[in-house]
Nanobody, 125 residues
Framework: QVQLVESGGGLVHTGGSLKLSCAFSDLTFNIYTMAWFRQAPGKERDFVAAVTRNGGSTVYAESVKGRFTISRDNGKKSVYLQMNSLKLEDTAIYYC??????????????????WGQGTQVTVSS
């Protein structure tokens, strides 16, 4: 059974940075497109960023472009989200997700089969 475990969340002031990590349990990590989503209280889960299997292509939500960077290390079976210039509106639970076999980085929630439990990111003024 594939498991995803996020880490790296926490409390940060506006303008600060955090780096999220997601550890993947299965040896087949390199056949999955990986993504980060987030969900703020009372809101739907939204796409943040995705990276294709070999890391060659990335997609970002407009709200995070230029501030967040998604990356992956297939040798370590991990995906990362570097978040810079954090804003109050970035406060949410951040989820790692995996999409098996896809060759493109998709943005829809229902494209992803496996999900982590989430890690809380809180940005304060």
């Amino acid at each position: 059974q594939v498991q995803l475990v996020e880490s790296g969340g926490g409390l940060v002031h506006t303008g600060g940075s955090l780096k999220l990590s997601c550890a993947f349990s299965d040896l087949t990590f390199n056949i999955y497109t990986m993504a980060w989503f987030r969900q703020a209280p009372g809101k739907e889960r939204d796409f943040v960023a995705a990276v294709t299997r070999n890391g060659g292509s990335t997609v970002y939500a407009e709200s995070v472009k230029g501030r967040f960077t998604i990356s992956r290390d297939n040798g370590k079976k991990s995906v990362y989200l570097q978040m810079n210039s954090l804003k109050l509106e970035d406060t949410a639970i951040y989820y790692c997700a995996a999409d098996k076999w896809s060759v493109i980085a998709r943005t829809q929630t229902d494209s992803y089969t496996y999900w982590g439990q989430g890690t809380q990111v809180t940005v304060s003024s």
